[in-house]
Nanobody, 123 residues
Framework: QLQLVESGGGLVQPGGSLRLSCAASGFTLDYYAIGWFRQAPGKEREGVSCISSSNSSTYYVDSVKGRFTICRDNAKNTVFLQMNSLKPEDTGVYYC????????????????WGQGTQVTVSS
């Protein structure tokens, strides 16, 4: 059974850092693109970042460029999202999602999803 499990969320002050993990089980991430999405209270879910399978091309939404970094460790079957210089507007539930090979911008293009991890940026 294909499963994704996020971890690493928590409460952090503005300017702080968190590293989210997306661990896969039941399949190997080598052939899958992994996207990170987030949903703030009262808002629609939005794409944050993605890393493709083949050449590990990376993509970021403009609001996180220069602050977030996505990377994959295929040996650990895990994708990470390093989040630095966090802002209150980064608050939300963060989800990772998988689709075959290439990144896509729409959440509907991702058939596999984790349960989410809460990130709260507040002083």
């Amino acid at each position: 059974q294909l499963q994704l499990v996020e971890s690493g969320g928590g409460l952090v002050q503005p300017g702080g850092s968190l590293r989210l993990s997306c661990a896969a089980s039941g399949f190997t991430l080598d052939y899958y693109a992994i996207g990170w999405f987030r949903q703030a209270p009262g808002k629609e879910r939005e794409g944050v970042s993605c890393i493709s399978s083949s050449n590990s091309s990376t993509y970021y939404v403009d609001s996180v460029k220069g602050r977030f970094t996505i990377c994959r460790d295929n040996a650990k079957n895990t994708v990470f999202l390093q989040m630095n210089s966090l802002k209150p507007e980064d608050t939300g539930v963060y989800y990772c999602a998988a689709r075959f090979r290439r990144c896509a911008s729409r959440e509907y293009d991702y058939p596999y999803w984790g349960q989410g991890t809460q990130v709260t940026v507040s002083s």
